[in-house]
């Protein structure tokens, strides 16, 4: 299932912020059960070859792909970097943190199964003379960046829940937060290094991540600037009215 049709999904549920935070609960539960069936039929299949056939496959796959994932970090991301005055805006900020949520859940199921399939296979893979060196650097460097954003995505997901918050305070929770942009940076990274290795490279989907991550990362600096103008305007202003 493209990223297309999951962003499809993700905005769809967007559109509802109030059902999102009534039944909050009910999709994380939701979203752990799916987690839990893809990576056991991820570790059965790594085993005796088994595969599911047709639509039910390609749902899977968009979960064990962490296509799915991608598709709820993306309105994560633009709600911390579009205009906060939009009505649209705000209607995002509300329900940030459960659509962060879930997306982290979702991501464990991709960060688990190609955890595995990275141990078993590193070993033989980098000591096959049938594949080339640069694939070779290509597979270690995205999966080593892939293990790194699991990592980083552990204390952000943990974080994201309100009682955590509550117990940590809101100046360590900001500052734990602000990993968030490394690990959009490593995400975007280790698609791009797929999306290359492939022999077909996938040009659509490349030019649609890069586009999606690319607007995020111009729409963001955008925004920190104009909030460093408006506060170097305000401490301008603090001085002249001592004076």
């Known amino acids: 299932m493209s990223l297309l049709y999951c962003l499809l999904i993700s905005a769809l549920l967007c559109q509802f912020p109030k059902f999102i935070q009534k039944n909050r609960v009910a999709l994380y539960t939701l979203a752990t059960i ?19 056939q047709g639509f039910i496959r390609e749902l899977e796959r968009a979960v064990s792909h962490g296509v799915i994932s991608i598709a709820f970090f993306i309105p994560v991301m ?6 906060s005055r939009w009505s649209y805006t705000r209607k995002l900020m509300s329900i940030r943190a459960p659509l962060a949520i879930i997306a ?35 597979y270690l ?3 080593l ?10 204390p952000l997901f943990i974080t994201s829940f309100r009682k955590m918050r509550s117990r940590i305070g809101g100046t360590k929770w900001r500052k734990i937060q602000r990993w968030a942009y490394l690990f959009y940076l490593l995400a975007y990274l280790h698609v791009l290094l797929i999306l290359i290795m492939d022999k077909d490279t996938d040009w659509l989907r490349l030019v649609l991540y890069t586009g999606i991550f690319g607007s995020y990362t111009i729409l963001r600096l955008m925004k920190y600037k104009a909030a460093s103008v408006m506060s170097q305007a305000r401490v301008s202003k603090g001085v002249r009215t001592a004076e």
Request: proline content about 0%.
């Open 34 to 52: 799916i987690t839990i069936v893809v990576t056991t039929y991820e570790m059965i299949r790594l085993i005796n070859g088994f595969q599911l």
């Open 78 to 83: 633009f709600a911390g970097a579009l205009n």
């Open 141 to 143: 460097n995205y999966s």
């Open 104 to 138: 982290s859940i979702l991501m464990l199921a991709h960060g688990l199964v190609y955890l595995v399939r990275f141990l078993v296979r590193v070993s033989s893979m980098l000591s096959s003379d049938e594949t080339s060196m640069l694939r070779k650097t290509f």
């Open 145 to 154: 960046i892939g293990i790194i954003a699991l990592v980083v995505m552990i």
